[in-house]
């Protein structure tokens, strides 16, 4: 089983809203990942846990505050967001978090459409 | 600083033919490379990874290559199929950058029936 499990799939929401996108992963991965995807744009990295310990945020805005409460669950909590955050938002895991970086796959889930409205 | 790119960014080829997606990379520090593809409003799919230490991988009609001395990987695709149009991406774990993932931009393949 390689699967990355996302809910939920679109979510619309309002600028004053607060809301979370949640993603699971039972392959007993020791890193995870927050990505955001723009249209016909490569994925850039938001956040990196390992070991459930937060070890990269790649200077995003503090409306977006990640929250890994086990090894297996991940999540994003979304408040006062702007039109321009929506964006296709993936969740990844990998097996070996930054221990083994050579063998690592990183697998993707099927993604969360946020759209900012 | 890395930088990771593909040609050519669209591709359309008849059913049948096999074809080769090309990815270079500027700096050979690099962990891993990786094959992914995407479809059109979906995630991210992982074809191949290549260690650094490797020279190819394969997975039924997929080859991939890697030359760290040039700087290359080249992803083979046998007898296409209509199945296999999507975007496919390489992304370089590379060893100066905290263990991040460096994108290429794509390459869009449509397989024609």
């Known amino acids: 089983d390689t699967e990355v499990t996302q809910t939920p799939k679109h979510l619309v929401m309002g600028m004053t809203n607060k809301k979370s996108l949640k993603c699971e992963q039972h392959m007993g991965h020791r890193a995870m990942y927050w990505y955001k995807q723009k249209a016909k744009k490569p994925p850039e990295l938001m956040f990196v846990y390992s070991y459930e310990k937060l070890s990269i945020n790649e200077s995003v805005p503090s409306r977006f505050s990640p929250e890994c409460p086990n090894s297996s669950l991940l999540n994003l909590h979304l408040h006062a967001l702007q039109p321009e955050d929506s964006a296709l938002y993936l969740c990844?895991?990998?097996?070996?978090?930054?221990?083994?970086?050579?063998?690592?796959?990183?697998?993707f889930g099927e993604g969360s459409w946020l759209t900012v409205v | 600083k890395q930088e990771v790119t593909q040609i050519p960014a669209a591709l359309s080829v008849p059913e049948g033919e096999n074809l080769v997606l090309n990815c270079s990379f500027t700096?050979?520090?690099?962990?891993?490379l990786q094959w992914f593809r995407q479809d059109p409003g979906k995630g991210l799919t992982s074809l191949l990874l290549?260690?650094?230490s490797q020279r190819e991988q394969t997975s039924g009609r997929l080859n991939a290559s890697l030359d760290k001395s040039s700087g290359r990987s080249t992803l083979y695709i046998a007898a296409s199929q209509p199945g296999d149009s999507a975007t496919y991406l390489c992304?370089?774990?590379?060893?100066?950058?905290?263990?991040?993932?460096?994108w290429g931009a794509g390459t869009k393949l449509i397989i024609k029936p």
């Open positions: 700096d050979s520090a690099i962990y891993n």
């Open positions: 290549i260690q650094s």
């Open positions: 992304a370089v774990m590379d060893m100066d950058s905290n263990y991040q993932l460096i």
């Open positions: 990844a895991s990998s097996q070996g978090g930054f221990s083994s970086p050579s063998g690592n796959t990183i697998y």
